[in-house]
């Protein structure tokens, strides 16, 4: 979208409040809840606020899908509805798949594609922009907009992007995330975690680097003539420049390196108080303290860590369960994830 926009072209930013009320159950077996009002308004500043980070608010026009789907009269629909086949909508792979396996799909659901697909009659787009898992919705559009008596539009589709692990799509609810959002800090860290072959893929989807330049920087990682871990910080530096700049993303490279590659204590560290109920007549409870500071996401867990080596406090590797000896203040390290934890008397 921004490429287009540099290029002159007026982009269209479309929030789909409108069939958010419907529930698009793209990439699932199962019905997806409508959402509220609440939800969809909080939702739409969320999404211009992180879309303004790329775009230009000035050459960006954003519009509300529930301005011509409010509108359609019950004849409207009717109408729309006529000009697709139940057949064809069950072509999508998540409906075809659900209809052989017996699972029900409710009719509302149906309308789904054909809502969104009067969203290009609407704006008279010629083309639309979206994920892969959104090919079929864009394909309708052309079809409805044939049947509106407009050119059918250009369908334009981009990959799903892997999220940190590498295996899933990128979501929040995985936590496999980067929050475009989020401080520079906290955006290279994640990005100088992912797997070395990710990062290739990280440079396709993410950067405008070509293919043919990606394909030299990999044929230099394989030679051996480039550390993959220095064409990974090259390509966060890229992406932090590109969601808060350059200087940025120096200083997110320096605090990278200071952290993690020197070992030194982050500067931005949180500091938490001691929580209730970690310490014992025998000292403090470290798996508690880092279950309850969110160090670790259970006691066992914790424990698990510490007798993997994976626990520090004040730089020694802690060994025992139990802290006999505990200083006013501590600086606990799990892994890549850092506390400074006050006692007090």
């Given amino acids: 979208m921004k490429h287009f926009q540099d290029l002159g072209h007026t982009v269209i930013f479309l929030i789909g409040d409108g069939t958010a009320k419907i529930g698009d159950p793209?990439?699932?077996?199962?019905?997806?809840?409508?959402?509220?009002?609440?939800?969809?308004?909080?939702?739409?500043?969320?999404?211009?606020?992180?879309?303004?980070?790329?775009?230009?608010?000035?050459?960006?026009?954003?519009?509300?899908?529930?301005?011509w789907l409010d509108a359609l009269r019950y004849e409207d629909i009717i109408r729309l509805c006529a000009k697709y086949t139940v057949a064809r909508l069950l072509e999508r792979d998540d409906f075809s798949t659900r209809f052989k396996e017996g699972t029900p799909i409710s009719v509302h659901e149906l309308l789904y594609p054909l809502?969104?697909?009067?969203?290009?009659?609407?704006t008279r787009c010629d083309v639309e922009l979206g994920g892969t898992?959104?090919?079929?919705?864009?394909?309708?559009?052309?079809?409805?907009?044939?049947?509106?008596?407009?050119?059918p539009q250009i369908v334009a589709t981009t990959p799903l992007?892997?999220?940190?692990?590498?295996v899933n799509k990128m979501s929040k609810s995985l936590g496999n995330y980067v929050g475009i959002t989020e401080p520079p800090e906290v955006m290279f860290r994640k990005l100088m975690s992912i797997g070395d072959d990710l990062t290739f893929r990280y440079y396709e989807l993410l950067t405008d680097v070509s293919m043919a330049d990606i394909a030299r920087l990999r044929e230099r990682v394989a030679r051996g003539e480039l550390h993959p871990m220095q064409a990974k910080m090259d390509l966060a530096r890229s992406i932090v420049a590109d969601f808060h700049?350059?200087?940025?993303?120096?200083?997110?490279?320096?605090?990278?390196?200071?952290?993690?590659?020197?070992?030194?204590?982050?500067?931005?560290?949180?500091?938490?108080?001691?929580?209730?109920?970690?310490?014992?007549?025998?000292?403090?409870?470290?798996?508690?303290?880092?279950?309850?500071?969110?160090?670790?996401?259970?006691?066992?867990?914790?424990?698990?860590?510490?007798?993997?080596?994976?626990?520090?406090?004040?730089?020694?590797?802690?060994?025992?369960?139990?802290?006999?000896?505990?200083?006013?203040?501590?600086?606990?390290?799990?892994?890549?994830?850092?506390?400074?934890?006050?006692?007090?008397?």
């Avoid at 090919?135 to 050119?151: A, C, W």
């Avoid at 992007?161 to 590498?166: F, I, P, T």
């Avoid at 320096?254 to 560290?269: G, K, Y």
Wanted: aromatic share 4%.
């Fill in 161 to 166: 992007l892997e999220g940190l692990d590498g």
């Fill in 115 to 122: 809502a969104q697909a009067y969203d290009s009659v609407a």
């Fill in 245 to 345: 700049s350059a200087a940025d993303a120096a200083r997110a490279a320096e605090e990278f390196n200071r952290v993690v590659r020197q070992r030194e204590v982050p500067s931005d560290l949180e500091t938490m108080p001691l929580p209730e109920g970690v310490r014992s007549a025998a000292g403090l409870r470290i798996p508690q303290l880092l279950a309850k500071t969110g160090l670790a996401p259970s006691v066992s867990e914790a424990t698990r860590k510490i007798k993997e080596g994976a626990v520090e406090i004040n730089g020694s590797r802690v060994a025992d369960l139990v802290l006999t000896q505990v200083p006013a203040e501590m600086i606990v390290q799990v892994g890549k994830k850092w506390l400074r934890v006050t006692v007090g008397q």
């Fill in 133 to 151: 898992d959104q090919k079929f919705n864009l394909l309708v559009g052309r079809e409805i907009q044939r049947d509106y008596g407009l050119p």
């Fill in 26 to 67: 793209t990439g699932r077996n199962i019905t997806r809840p409508p959402m509220t009002r609440e939800q969809i308004e909080s939702n739409a500043e969320t999404y211009k606020q992180q879309v303004f980070k790329v775009l230009d608010r000035e050459k960006t026009v954003v519009r509300y899908n529930s301005e």
